[in-house]
């Protein structure tokens, strides 16, 4: 039901927009956020946005990135600027209906990820 698009290689200090679908109507009223996997890393939280509009970054991406979305075109968005190399990793969107389970793999919807390479 999520599926992401928008990622890519590029230099550092260059910008992509990551988009991620929604299916359905869970867009409204479910908690949606940005992940990352590097390889050999852990998952992390790299931004989400709450039910009310209410966001929330990681201190890596605070002031260069930006989540948002659009409830009419049922798409959650990741603008990224001022990219660095390590913001090299998979980026994955997720919905969930609990705040508990934001960035738990398994839990609520995941899409399956877009690439992202900064060199």
């Known amino acids: 039901q999520l599926v992401e698009s928008g990622g890519g290689s590029v230099q550092a200090g260059g910008s992509l927009r990551l988009s991620c679908t929604v299916s359905?109507?869970?867009?409204?009223?479910?908690?949606m956020g940005w992940f990352r996997q590097a390889p050999g890393k852990e998952r992390e939280k790299v931004a989400i946005?709450?039910?009310?509009?209410?966001?929330n970054y990681a201190d890596s991406v605070k002031g260069r990135f930006t989540i948002s979305q659009d409830n009419s075109k049922n798409t959650l968005y990741l603008q990224m600027n001022n990219l660095k190399p390590e913001d090299t990793a998979m980026y994955y969107c997720?919905?969930?209906?609990?705040?508990?389970?934001?960035?738990?793999?398994?839990?609520?919807?995941w899409g399956r990820g877009t690439q992202v390479t900064v060199s």
């Open positions: 997720q919905a969930t209906q609990s705040v508990a389970a934001l960035g738990l793999v398994g839990l609520g919807f």
């Open positions: 946005i709450d039910t009310d509009g209410t966001t």
């Open positions: 359905g109507d869970i867009i409204f009223t479910y908690f």
